[in-house]
């Protein structure tokens, strides 16, 4: 097997593992509470990074890299992981997958409203709207299967989650810090599972360790396995083998693997709507997500970007 035959192997693999993710959460979550559930898988992922890396030689994050390691923790495991995890208690993982899958769309309208940037290509608006009319459309539909209070919950909490991987993204991509990324992600996930579960501890949402039944354990194990340690290997090495517009498809085939799989596991209801909405969002998020990476390439590569 060649290596670009292997690279596309692991690209399967990502792509399988992380939309099964949000199911595993979904199973999680049913007996235990969100915040903690989110905690607990991030503790125990970020201690496996961050031992490896230190095992390999990495230094201690400096005081610098320490200020942004807690924000980016905050905004990334906490606000985007940790309420993604508690949405899953009141609405589907297919759903909460595509309500992230939204990121692009909102980092441009971000950039568009809090960062003047008025430039918008027929591409970016055509994505736009796709994406924003094929959620509609999934929303729409899932309202029909829907509980009222407890659906409007999760959708809020879901697009919040969206929201502060959208603000994590913009000020990633306006800040470097010259720290092997893969390292800082072990940071941040220490960070945020403090955080979480301080935050599952202080609202009343904790049982006893030993309350915690089976099930919980397997799909948190499932999590930090299959979700942080080996499907972040596999895309590492994708990102290594593969064009970035190759390996950026990821991203498009979670939450399709996240809706059939939810649909075949936990019940979840699958329409003929539900599917084309999602189609069509996909499709814009992927027009909105080509148009960024082309106005990238347009600009001058600096130090920073080189890192």
Not at 1 to 13: D, E, I, P, W
Not at 25 to 53: E, Y
Not at 145 to 158: E, K, Q
Not at 252 to 269: R, S
Request: aromatic content about 12%.
């Amino acid at each position: 097997m060649t290596r670009q035959q292997k690279a596309y192997g692991a690209l399967a693999l990502t792509s399988i593992l992380w939309g099964t993710t949000w199911v595993a959460s979904k199973l999680a979550v049913q007996k235990a509470p969100g915040l903690q559930v989110a905690g607990i898988r991030q503790l125990i992922a970020g201690t496996i990074l961050v031992s490896w890396f230190l095992f390999r030689g990495e230094k201690l994050p400096s005081r610098k890299h320490l200020g942004w390691l807690v924000l980016m923790g905050i905004l990334m495991f906490v606000c985007s992981n940790g309420l993604a995890t508690v949405s899953l208690k009141f609405i589907s993982s297919g759903l909460s997958s595509l309500i992230a899958s939204l990121y692009p769309l909102c980092v441009v309208l971000m950039e568009m409203i809090w960062l003047g940037n008025k430039k918008i290509n027929v591409q970016t608006f055509v994505g736009l709207l796709l994406g924003i009319g094929g959620i509609a459309v999934v929303l729409y539909s899932n309202a029909f299967h829907a509980s009222g209070t407890s659906y409007l919950t999760g959708m809020l909490l879901s697009f919040i989650s969206m929201l502060g991987w959208s603000i994590a993204t913009l000020l990633i991509a306006r800040n470097k810090f010259n720290i092997n990324p893969y390292f800082a992600t072990g940071w941040q996930m220490l960070i945020g599972s403090f955080f979480l579960l301080l935050l599952s501890v202080s609202t009343g949402n904790f049982i006893a360790i030993e309350q915690i039944p089976v099930l919980t354990w397997v799909s948190i194990g499932y999590l930090v396995v299959a979700g942080s340690v080996v499907a972040f290997v596999a895309f590492i090495y994708t990102m290594k083998n593969l064009e970035p517009a190759i390996a950026s498809l990821y991203a498009y085939l979670n939450p399709i693997v996240a809706i059939f799989t939810g649909a075949l596991l936990t019940d979840e209801h699958l329409t003929l709507p539900i599917i084309i909405g999602s189609l069509v969002t996909l499709a814009g998020v992927y027009f909105v997500n080509k148009s960024i990476h082309r106005e990238r390439e347009k600009m001058p590569l600096t130090d920073a970007d080189a890192v």
